[in-house]
């Protein structure tokens, strides 16, 4: 589906449904069409060049552009996502407990004007065991696939607090879901940077940060019986002193790298009258408000963090033209999701497409 018809279908139709809803049926459409056969041809059509694939976390990814957590918390859709170009899916978050998020309904909103999303599901997701079986699956599946020569993206899981557990619990509830999932996980991430768990933000400091990611880190490595690259993900809210202790704390620890950055609690630069702002509520702000934020926070960890430190770049990412720029900036990776809503199925296409007339085109001036 081409970008202007996209925008029409989204106009028509997804804008009057319910953002929620209007996510599920998205879903259930895409692994609808993965079964009756629609994926190969996505796959043929979406599928990104050679020339894109790069080495991280000692991996190749198919193309340095990935899909954000939160897109598929679950891990049921990571067959049919993986026919839309993207080098990586981060699915989740998930957390050791099932748990339905937060009760006030809705919980998701869009900001059109903005492009932007305002969310507050509180990691809504069935639970490590529960998604460590579709992942055992998915992963068989996509064993063979490659084998065939077939595209197929790194998948990453994103992991997070449950909510009922109180901080002092924190830790062991993190180890419950590593156990659970690390084994298989081409790289985890530690969130503790959702605005939408209460209490959770506090794990970013960095007396709790530490106990809890030296126990994560050994934890993912004995359960797997190999290395696996973990990753923190850290708030553009952190003061710039916090962020720098963030990178000492990755540096002291070991760590493969840190992803940056999650939603925000700020309203600053919206377009979107103030009162929609106000109905939509409390909950984490992500769109194109975001970039300037992220890209300050991924230069200032780039200049703290040796060059074997992996940066994960997201918030704000729309175009080629943005993905290339985190990279310039010193991104290893980059990700996206907002957009993903806005633009539709042929994004990640559009993306590497445009990276690559913006690899010929610099190549050109050489």
């Known amino acids: 589906m081409s970008a202007p018809l996209y925008s029409l279908a989204f106009r028509a139709v997804f804008s009057r449904i319910d953002p929620e809803q209007a996510h599920h049926l998205v ?108 992942l055992e699956q998915t992963r068989g599946r996509l064993e063979r696939l490659r084998a065939a020569g077939r595209h197929t993206p790194v998948i990453g899981v994103n992991i997070g607090k449950t909510k009922v557990v109180p901080l002092e619990g924190a830790v062991e509830d993190y180890l419950t879901s590593t156990r659970t999932l690390a084994p298989l996980a081409d790289y985890l991430v530690v969130n503790v940077s959702s605005p939408n768990t209460p209490g959770l933000r506090q794990l970013q400091e960095i007396d709790s940060l530490r106990p809890l990611l030296r126990a994560v880190k050994e934890e993912a490595d004995a359960a797997a019986g190999r290395h696996v690259p973990l990753l923190v993900k850290i708030a553009p809210d952190l003061a710039d002193e916090d962020i720098d202790a963030v990178a000492d704390l990755v540096t002291e620890l070991g760590l493969d790298g840190i992803i940056a950055t999650n939603t925000t609690t700020t309203r600053e630069g919206l377009q979107t009258s103030a009162a929609e702002v106000e109905a939509a509520g409390a909950g984490g702000l992500s769109g194109p408000v975001l970039a300037e934020r992220s890209k300050q926070v991924l230069v200032r960890l780039r200049g703290k963090l040796s060059a074997g430190v992996v940066i994960i770049s997201v918030g704000g990412v729309v175009s080629a033209e943005d993905v290339a720029e985190r990279l310039e900036l010193g991104a290893d990776l980059v990700q996206g999701y907002t957009a993903f809503i806005y633009q539709g199925p042929f994004w990640a296409r559009r993306i590497n497409r445009g990276i690559v007339r913006l690899q010929a085109t610099a190549s050109s001036r050489l």
Do not use: W
Not at 77 to 95: D, K, N, Q, R, Y
């Open 27 to 134: 879903v259930s459409g895409l692994r609808v069409a993965c079964r009756v056969g629609v994926g190969r041809v996505l796959e043929v059509l979406t599928r990104p060049g050679d020339q894109l694939a790069v080495e991280v976390l000692g991996q190749r990814f198919p193309s340095p552009f990935g899909l954000a957590a939160g897109f598929d918390k679950g891990a049921s859709a990571v067959l049919p996502l993986s026919c839309l170009g993207f080098g990586h899916i981060e699915i989740g978050t998930v957390t050791a407990q099932a748990q339905s998020g937060n009760d006030d309904s809705p919980r998701l909103f869009r900001l059109v004007t903005d492009r932007a999303l305002i969310n507050r599901m509180g990691f809504n997701n069935d639970g490590a065991a529960a998604v460590r079986q579709r």
